[in-house]
């Protein structure tokens, strides 16, 4: 049964439809800055200057800055990379403060596929008590890298969609990695600022036919008080911490049924060797698998990352938009900055 279910995971990261990242080394490139001296002043202008239907990489670079706006990129806007600088991820930052509707409170919203965004800092800064988004991704082949995701409660709805997060911090009190997309996490940090029992993941997947699910590969939780691994959104969530150290955060039980005891037959809660003081499986639920070596293969990257070849490296040549506007109409007739 647990290979069955591993092996059905791993089909998610199919090639079917791929783009090879090689077919991305040129990119038109749109600078963000607030003080004038790039294309545009926001983030959102220079999305809406990329034309309906792009196939071209359009790498969106931004300046640091606090960019208080609510950014959406469209379904019609595929293969766009927004990026900051390594050294100043902390300091490029954009924030919003919506909460209540769990779709409509997100700061940043993906539904393109294609996406990629690198050492951004996504926020809500509304608090605690309200679902209040900071990332919402609802579109296929999204992957961040290096990037700060921050809120309380929901704080990355993982919706819909084949995604890839790595190196990224993550922080959140309740249910703040929640969503039915199928995604991997890999070096991730995990920051719970739950007082009491909050849970880090809430998957969504809610049939045994949907190939969705939560992997943790080689990631570090922290947090200030205490917190459990997951809860079962979804009647069959799936989601499995392998390789991961786990402060004293993590109660002993690791896991919750959100008080429905049907819930610990359907859902597919698992892990493996995973190492610190809470990682220890003495008083996990007894409904936990706990991986051998040979079921856990297909939710380790050698397996799961061999197939996506989608995720795109940065482009080797900028074009600037000055230059790519002289050869070429579709950023010219209907969107100047």
Same mark, same amino acid.
């Given at each position: 049964m647990?290979?069955?279910?591993?092996?059905? $995971? /791993?089909? &998610?990261?199919?090639?079917? =439809? @791929?783009?090879?990242?090689?077919?991305?080394s040129n990119a038109i490139l749109i600078k963000?800055?607030?003080?004038?001296?790039?294309?545009?002043?926001?983030?959102?202008?220079?999305i809406d200057a990329v034309p309906s239907r792009n196939s071209q990489h359009v790498f969106i670079l931004v300046k640091p800055g606090v960019y208080r706006e609510k950014v959406v990129v469209p379904a019609d806007k595929p293969f766009i990379t927004i990026s900051g600088r390594k050294n100043t991820v902390e300091h490029t930052i954009i924030?919003?403060?919506?909460?209540?509707?769990?779709?409509?409170?997100?700061?940043?919203?993906?539904?393109?596929?294609?996406?990629?965004?690198? $050492? /951004?800092? &996504?926020?809500?800064?509304? =608090? @605690?008590?309200?679902?209040a988004v900071a990332l919402r991704v609802e579109g296929d082949k999204a992957?961040?890298?290096?990037?700060?995701?921050?809120?309380?409660?929901?704080?990355?709805?993982?919706?819909?969609?084949?995604?890839?997060?790595k190196n990224c911090y993550i922080e959140g009190d309740t249910d703040f990695i929640c969503g039915n997309a199928a995604s991997l996490f890999e070096k991730c940090h995990l920051h719970s600022l739950s007082q009491s029992n909050g849970a880090i993941t809430a998957q969504h997947r809610q049939s045994p036919r949907e190939n969705t699910g939560f992997t943790f590969l080689g990631c570090k939780i922290t947090g200030v008080k205490s917190a459990i691994l997951g809860r079962p959104w979804g009647?069959?969530?799936?989601?499995?911490?392998?390789?991961?150290?786990?402060?004293?955060?993590?109660?002993?039980?690791?896991w919750e049924d959100?008080?429905?005891?049907?819930?610990?037959r359907t859902s597919y809660f698992a892990e493996y060797k995973c190492y610190g003081p809470g990682a220890s499986a003495n008083k996990r639920v007894n409904w936990l698998r706990t991986l051998s070596s040979?079921?856990?293969?297909?939710?380790?990257?050698?397996?799961?990352?061999?197939?996506?070849?989608?995720?795109?490296?940065?482009?080797?040549h900028l074009i600037p938009l000055s230059k790519y506007k002289a050869i070429s109409t579709s950023f010219n007739k209907r969107y100047t900055p």
């Amino acid at each position: 049964m647990v290979v069955l279910l591993a092996t059905s $995971y /791993l089909a &998610i990261f199919s090639e079917a =439809g @791929s783009s090879s990242s090689s077919q991305f080394s040129n990119a038109i490139l749109i600078k963000v800055d607030q003080s004038g001296r790039g294309d545009y002043r926001r983030i959102q202008d220079a999305i809406d200057a990329v034309p309906s239907r792009n196939s071209q990489h359009v790498f969106i670079l931004v300046k640091p800055g606090v960019y208080r706006e609510k950014v959406v990129v469209p379904a019609d806007k595929p293969f766009i990379t927004i990026s900051g600088r390594k050294n100043t991820v902390e300091h490029t930052i954009i924030t919003g403060n919506d909460y209540g509707d769990i779709f409509k409170s997100p700061t940043f919203t993906v539904f393109a596929s294609d996406f990629v965004a690198r $050492y /951004l800092t &996504i926020q809500n800064t509304y =608090g @605690s008590g309200a679902k209040a988004v900071a990332l919402r991704v609802e579109g296929d082949k999204a992957a961040f890298l290096g990037c700060r995701i921050m809120s309380h409660q929901d704080t990355l709805l993982d919706d819909v969609g084949r995604h890839y997060y790595k190196n990224c911090y993550i922080e959140g009190d309740t249910d703040f990695i929640c969503g039915n997309a199928a995604s991997l996490f890999e070096k991730c940090h995990l920051h719970s600022l739950s007082q009491s029992n909050g849970a880090i993941t809430a998957q969504h997947r809610q049939s045994p036919r949907e190939n969705t699910g939560f992997t943790f590969l080689g990631c570090k939780i922290t947090g200030v008080k205490s917190a459990i691994l997951g809860r079962p959104w979804g009647a069959y969530a799936r989601v499995v911490f392998a390789q991961t150290y786990m402060s004293s955060v993590i109660l002993p039980n690791g896991w919750e049924d959100w008080n429905d005891p049907s819930r610990q037959r359907t859902s597919y809660f698992a892990e493996y060797k995973c190492y610190g003081p809470g990682a220890s499986a003495n008083k996990r639920v007894n409904w936990l698998r706990t991986l051998s070596s040979e079921d856990a293969v297909p939710y380790l990257k050698e397996s799961i990352m061999s197939t996506q070849s989608w995720i795109r490296s940065k482009p080797t040549h900028l074009i600037p938009l000055s230059k790519y506007k002289a050869i070429s109409t579709s950023f010219n007739k209907r969107y100047t900055p």
